[in-house]
């Protein structure tokens, strides 16, 4: 069955320092699909990057970096020196082969708190 | 700006009472999507359309309906409110409708109370 477990239900961090939010999936299919969104306090999700499962090489785009690696079914995000602005909840995503890539199953979110 | 426009905002209702959310895709965008974030539950996935047609369903209950219209707005209808579908209710869109779609952008929600 399709899951996406996110372990870490809160983190508090005081800025500038580095956190990795983590995510590990379960499927049976070969070819799917890995998201991160951010939901501000202020309600809407935010997509933030997808991978798909063909691709296990490491994304950077500025603070953010993605760790994405198969053989222990991991989408880990780290951001670097935070920020307050990066507090809100993130959410790790997967969808499957043959469905659409909005067709999501979520994991519970983490919540992240920047502290000045 | 994710460019997908949901409304309202806020609704609050009664129990037992039937409610209509809106949802404008982003230009161009193809699919609709709705799901249903409450704290019990999570982001649960509602129910897709492609072009009009519906494309796939989630955890959809059956007082709850939804349809994509030509001009590519979706409505999601809920009925007979309980007060446990209290929740945000988001609408997303993507270019396509199959594994190829692209990601998909969400809206803003629309915060349903039912009291």
């Known amino acids: 069955a399709q899951k996406v477990t996110q372990a870490q239900t809160e983190i508090s961090v005081v800025e500038k320092e580095d956190v990795t939010l983590d995510c590990v999936y379960e499927?049976?299919?070969?070819?799917?699909?890995l998201f991160w969104y951010k939901q501000p306090p202020s309600g809407e999700l935010v997509f933030l990057i997808r991978?798909?499962?063909?691709?296990?090489q490491n994304e950077i785009s500025g603070r953010y970096s993605w760790n994405f690696q198969k053989s222990t079914s991991s989408f880990n995000f780290t951001i670097t020196a935070s920020q307050v602005v990066d507090s809100a909840v993130y959410f790790c995503?997967?969808?499957?082969?043959?469905?659409?890539?909005?067709?999501?199953?979520f994991g519970k979110g983490t919540k992240l708190s920047v502290k000045p | 700006d994710s460019g997908v426009t949901q409304t309202p905002k806020h609704l609050i209702t009664a129990t037992g009472q039937r409610v209509t959310l809106r949802c404008s895709p982003r230009?161009?965008?193809?699919?609709v999507y709705w799901y249903q974030q409450s704290l019990d539950q999570g982001l649960q996935f509602l129910i897709q359309?492609?072009?009009?047609?519906?494309?796939a369903k989630g955890n959809i209950l059956e007082r709850f309906s939804a349809q994509q219209f030509p001009d590519l707005h979706s409505e999601l209808n809920l009925s007979s409110l309980e007060l446990g579908d209290s929740a945000l209710y988001f609408c997303?869109?993507?270019?396509?409708?199959?594994?190829?779609?692209?990601?998909?952008?969400f809206g803003q929600g629309t915060r349903l109370t039912v009291v």
């Open positions: 997303a869109s993507s270019v396509r409708g199959g594994s190829d779609s692209g990601e998909a952008f």
């Open positions: 499927t049976r299919d070969t070819t799917y699909y």
């Open positions: 230009s161009g965008d193809l699919s």
């Open positions: 995503a997967l969808s499957e082969g043959g469905r659409s890539q909005g067709n999501l199953i």
């Open positions: 359309y492609y072009n009009g047609e519906e494309r």
């Open positions: 991978r798909n499962s063909f691709d296990e």
